[in-house]
């Protein structure tokens, strides 16, 4: 449940001060613990040829000390190795071991010149690293190998890779990253295939010393990451989220959807999200301490859509030493309610798809602006209108995975295979929903453009054959129904609009036969300078700019512009209320809970064994969307109505935060209550009778 990681350095063995630390684990209630093991530097008197030892270890055994002192606290002890970089005499004595770059050259470390990078996809970890696990195992029995950088440190041209590539691909190694290219292609196969055979190589020479133990790959994440979450999903049997603080412009939530892209395939796997006491920014200060209040908010979050906190600290002797009671404060109140945080299931009805085919191949070198941008947009404009989403990944989308959402987000997921729409269409037959963006399912699983959306059927919209963008100056124009005279739900709140901006790109589409009158209607750019010419030209036709459709008992939405990516650029309302209110229809307003109140909250609701919870992250804050926190602005009054599961009924509601009871009014499947202010974080918990 609680996570602690001590990283020693080199010169920790004998200058550091064991019983403060094991005095800190025991009374912060943390229950494993990540410890530095080998690797580029061995902390144990290692006898593997040219594993490198501390100069300081002498004759002590520092990590071998603190196994004993952990598992005297109980705890569960990982060791952490890390293959990335090796010494000189690796470099004497198997030149073949280190990496090549592009151009031929051997690759010293990036960061210490008297170190080498070693290549990952060679005998340095498929012999050398493997011999280094199992000696560690086999000394300490340890629960797991937490290996950090093992999946290497971009491109290697090595005389091994070469060969290896050559024997799989029949071809050289690329020297593009363009995902179109057949030898680029082979690449991401190889490489990924590569990496999965050392990743079971360890495991299974792991498991062979101790059954219980397993390999523990510091990788997965969402769209951009770079091994196939999908099969990390079967492999592992938990796994730990290191996001381990902003970088830049990231939000808050960043945190919490990193916790629910792992959830997204490892299920109910104990998922540990790690953070950093310090800052985590290219310069890279790594014995810094972070504001106090950043701390907490950043791990609020990863607590709050389901990862159990694990804190990381280089180097054992701490200069700045203000973390540690704000760590402690954190620990102490997820001991108290660990009753609370144990969950089963999450109860939200929507989810939004990651594609990591998508990013690879549609994407490309672009796949941030081109991808990610989407699904960040989306995510905002969902914690903006406080709806629970979960994470989906593209290659689960079976009936199972499935089965506890009623609609599905799709942020411009271009590359989808057949067999991916063939899913998803029989979700909608279900009675599932859909919401799409801009060109979803336009490409096939390999980024290869169609003739036709995958999806076309079910927008009702085929592919006109043309993109426009970046387009200036475009808009929506709202249209009521021809029927009724009145506005479709999907245009709540925009009554007295007329129109509203357009997003920045949109491919061209036609309505298929059949297709109901679109409410927003495309207004192409016109010139915006100069201001005599700034008026709107007359249009021979309506372009249709968002398609709803009714299929079976499912709802479909397509909108034809990249109106999710737009509002990450802009943030602009209009666009952030037009999402909310897709998914709003498409879930036919059937949401798991209802906050109101002033503030921006990042909502989840959660069962456990015998209670349910509804966490309410406050990310109200004049710094949200860099995520600098200064201090917690407290929000006011939250009135909240939250459905019961059909066969269970409430008897108490308390604050786990504010620790107090609430009143709470019971009406058939719902229970209604009011928080009355929240700080931070509040976990409101419904205990069943
Ligand atoms: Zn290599």
Same mark, same amino acid.
């Given at each position: 449940?609680?996570?602690?990681?001590?990283?020693?350095?080199?010169?920790?063995?004998?200058?550091?001060?064991?019983?403060?630390?094991?005095?800190?684990?025991?009374?912060?209630?943390?229950?494993?613990?990540?410890?530095?093991?080998?690797?580029?530097?061995?902390?144990?008197?290692?006898?593997?040829?040219?594993?490198?030892?501390?100069?300081?270890?002498?004759?002590?055994?520092?990590?071998?000390?603190?196994?004993?002192?952990?598992?005297?606290?109980?705890?569960?002890?990982?060791?952490?190795?890390?293959?990335?970089?090796?010494?000189?005499?690796?470099?004497?004595?198997?030149?073949?071991?280190?990496?090549?770059?592009?151009?031929?050259?051997?690759?010293?470390?990036?960061?210490?010149?008297?170190?080498?990078?070693?290549?990952?996809?060679?005998?340095?970890?498929?012999?050398?690293?493997?011999?280094?696990? #199992?000696?560690?195992?086999?000394?300490?029995?340890?629960?797991?190998?937490?290996?950090?950088?093992?999946?290497?440190?971009?491109?290697?041209?090595?005389?091994?890779?070469?060969?290896?590539?050559?024997?799989?691909?029949?071809?050289?190694?690329?020297?593009?990253?363009?995902?179109?290219?057949?030898?680029?292609?082979?690449?991401?196969?190889?490489?990924?295939?590569?990496?999965?055979?050392?990743?079971?190589?360890?495991?299974?020479?792991?498991?062979?010393?101790?059954?219980?133990?397993?390999?523990?790959?510091?990788?997965?994440?969402?769209?951009?990451?770079?091994?196939?979450?999908?099969?990390?999903?079967?492999?592992?049997?938990?796994?730990?989220?290191?996001?381990?603080?902003?970088?830049?412009?990231?939000?808050?939530?960043?945190?919490?959807?990193?916790?629910?892209?792992?959830?997204?395939?490892?299920?109910?796997?104990?998922?540990?999200?790690?953070?950093?006491?310090?800052?985590?920014?290219?310069?890279?200060?790594?014995?810094?301490?972070?504001?106090?209040?950043?701390?907490?908010?950043?791990?609020?979050?990863?607590?709050?859509?389901?990862?159990?906190?694990?804190?990381?600290?280089?180097?054992?002797?701490?200069?700045?030493?203000?973390?540690?009671?704000?760590?402690?404060?954190?620990?102490?109140?997820?001991?108290?309610?660990?009753?609370?945080?144990?969950?089963?299931?999450?109860?939200?009805?929507?989810?939004?798809?990651?594609?990591?085919?998508?990013?690879?191949?549609?994407?490309?070198?672009?796949?941030?602006?081109?991808? #990610?941008?989407?699904?960040?947009?989306?995510?905002?404009?969902?914690?903006?209108?406080?709806?629970?989403?979960?994470?989906?990944?593209?290659?689960?989308?079976?009936?199972?995975?499935?089965?506890?959402?009623?609609?599905?987000?799709?942020?411009?997921?271009?590359?989808?295979?057949?067999?991916?729409?063939?899913?998803?269409?029989s979700f909608v037959q279900r009675g599932g929903s859909l919401v799409a963006t801009f060109e979803t399912s336009l490409y096939d699983e390999w980024g290869v453009e169609?003739?036709?959306?995958?999806?076309?059927?079910?927008?009702?919209?085929?592919?006109?054959?043309?993109?426009?963008?970046?387009?200036?100056?475009?808009?929506?124009?709202?249209?009521?129904?021809?029927?009724?005279?009145?506005?479709?739900?999907?245009?709540?709140?925009? #009554?007295?609009?007329?129109?509203?901006?357009?997003?920045?790109?949109?491919?061209?589409?036609?309505?298929?036969?059949?297709?109901?009158?679109?409410?927003?209607?495309?207004?192409?750019?016109?010139?915006?300078?100069?201001?005599?010419?700034?008026?709107?030209?007359?249009?021979?036709?309506?372009?249709?700019?968002?398609?709803?459709?009714?299929?079976?008992?499912?709802?479909?939405?397509?909108?034809?512009?990249?109106?999710?990516?737009?509002?990450?650029?802009?943030?602009?309302?209009?666009?952030?209320?037009?999402?909310?209110?897709?998914?709003?229809?498409?879930?036919?307003?059937?949401?798991?809970?209802?906050?109101?109140?002033?503030?921006?909250?990042?909502?989840?609701?959660?069962?456990?064994?015998?209670?349910?919870?509804?966490?309410?992250?406050?990310?109200?804050?004049?710094?949200?969307?860099?995520?600098?926190?200064? #201090?917690?602005?407290?929000?006011?009054?939250?009135?909240?109505?939250?459905?019961?599961?059909?066969?269970?009924?409430?008897?108490?509601?308390?604050?786990?935060?504010?620790?107090?009871?609430?009143?709470?009014?019971?009406?058939a499947d719902t229970v209604e209550f009011e928080v009355p202010g929240i700080d931070l974080h509040e976990v409101v918990a419904l205990d069943f009778t």
């Amino acid at each position: 449940m609680r996570w602690a990681q001590l990283a020693f350095v080199e010169d920790d063995p004998g200058n550091y001060d064991q019983s403060f630390w094991l005095d800190y684990f025991r009374r912060i209630h943390a229950d494993a613990a990540c410890l530095s093991a080998g690797g580029c530097v061995a902390f144990y008197p290692t006898q593997v040829p040219l594993h490198y030892r501390s100069k300081w270890l002498r004759d002590s055994d520092t990590f071998g000390d603190l196994v004993k002192g952990c598992r005297s606290l109980g705890m569960n002890v990982v060791a952490r190795t890390d293959p990335h970089a090796a010494h000189q005499d690796v470099y004497d004595t198997h030149p073949d071991w280190i990496a090549v770059d592009a151009s031929g050259n051997k690759r010293k470390h990036w960061a210490d010149p008297d170190l080498w990078v070693t290549c990952a996809l060679g005998p340095y970890n498929f012999e050398f690293m493997t011999k280094v696990t #199992e000696e560690i195992v086999s000394l300490y029995q340890v629960d797991g190998i937490f290996s950090n950088r093992w999946a290497g440190s971009g491109m290697c041209f090595c005389e091994h890779c070469r060969q290896n590539f050559k024997n799989f691909s029949q071809m050289d190694l690329p020297r593009t990253l363009d995902p179109q290219n057949p030898a680029r292609r082979a690449y991401l196969v190889w490489h990924q295939q590569r990496l999965f055979e050392l990743w079971r190589l360890w495991d299974s020479r792991i498991k062979a010393i101790n059954p219980n133990a397993a390999f523990l790959a510091n990788s997965g994440g969402g769209a951009l990451s770079e091994l196939d979450m999908s099969v990390i999903g079967q492999l592992a049997p938990t796994l730990f989220a290191d996001r381990q603080a902003r970088h830049g412009v990231n939000p808050p939530w960043t945190n919490g959807k990193n916790g629910k892209e792992y959830r997204a395939t490892m299920g109910n796997k104990p998922i540990a999200g790690i953070f950093s006491v310090g800052l985590e920014e290219e310069y890279r200060w790594k014995d810094s301490v972070q504001s106090s209040d950043e701390i907490r908010l950043w791990v609020a979050d990863g607590i709050a859509q389901g990862l159990r906190p694990w804190f990381t600290k280089f180097n054992a002797k701490p200069i700045d030493k203000r973390w540690l009671p704000v760590v402690a404060e954190l620990y102490q109140w997820h001991f108290e309610n660990s009753a609370y945080l144990r969950n089963e299931k999450s109860l939200a009805n929507v989810a939004m798809v990651y594609s990591q085919q998508t990013a690879a191949f549609y994407g490309g070198e672009k796949a941030h602006a081109k991808v #990610e941008d989407a699904a960040l947009g989306f995510y905002q404009a969902l914690v903006e209108a406080r709806i629970p989403f979960e994470m989906v990944h593209d290659r689960l989308l079976d009936e199972e995975h499935l089965a506890s959402y009623q609609t599905l987000i799709l942020p411009n997921i271009a590359a989808l295979s057949t067999h991916q729409c063939e899913q998803l269409a029989s979700f909608v037959q279900r009675g599932g929903s859909l919401v799409a963006t801009f060109e979803t399912s336009l490409y096939d699983e390999w980024g290869v453009e169609r003739k036709d959306f995958g999806l076309a059927e079910l927008f009702g919209a085929s592919f006109a054959g043309r993109r426009e963008g970046p387009m200036h100056n475009s808009y929506l124009t709202l249209e009521p129904d021809p029927a009724t005279g009145r506005f479709h739900p999907l245009l709540a709140g925009f #009554e007295d609009a007329a129109r509203i901006i357009n997003g920045v790109n949109r491919v061209l589409v036609k309505p298929l036969p059949g297709s109901a009158a679109s409410p927003l209607t495309v207004v192409p750019s016109y010139p915006d300078l100069p201001m005599e010419e700034v008026y709107v030209r007359p249009l021979s036709q309506k372009d249709p700019a968002v398609f709803l459709r009714e299929v079976g008992k499912g709802r479909v939405v397509f909108f034809s512009s990249d109106i999710d990516r737009t509002f990450w650029e802009i943030l602009a309302v209009d666009h952030g209320k037009l999402l909310s209110n897709s998914v709003r229809w498409a879930t036919r307003g059937e949401l798991p809970v209802t906050v109101r109140g002033k503030g921006v909250l990042d909502v989840a609701v959660w069962m456990q064994q015998r209670s349910m919870t509804l966490h309410l992250v406050n990310l109200t804050n004049p710094m949200m969307m860099k995520g600098p926190v200064r #201090e917690i602005i407290p929000i006011s009054r939250q009135a909240v109505s939250i459905k019961i599961p059909q066969d269970k009924s409430v008897a108490n509601v308390q604050l786990l935060v504010a620790k107090t009871k609430l009143d709470f009014r019971s009406s058939a499947d719902t229970v209604e209550f009011e928080v009355p202010g929240i700080d931070l974080h509040e976990v409101v918990a419904l205990d069943f009778t």
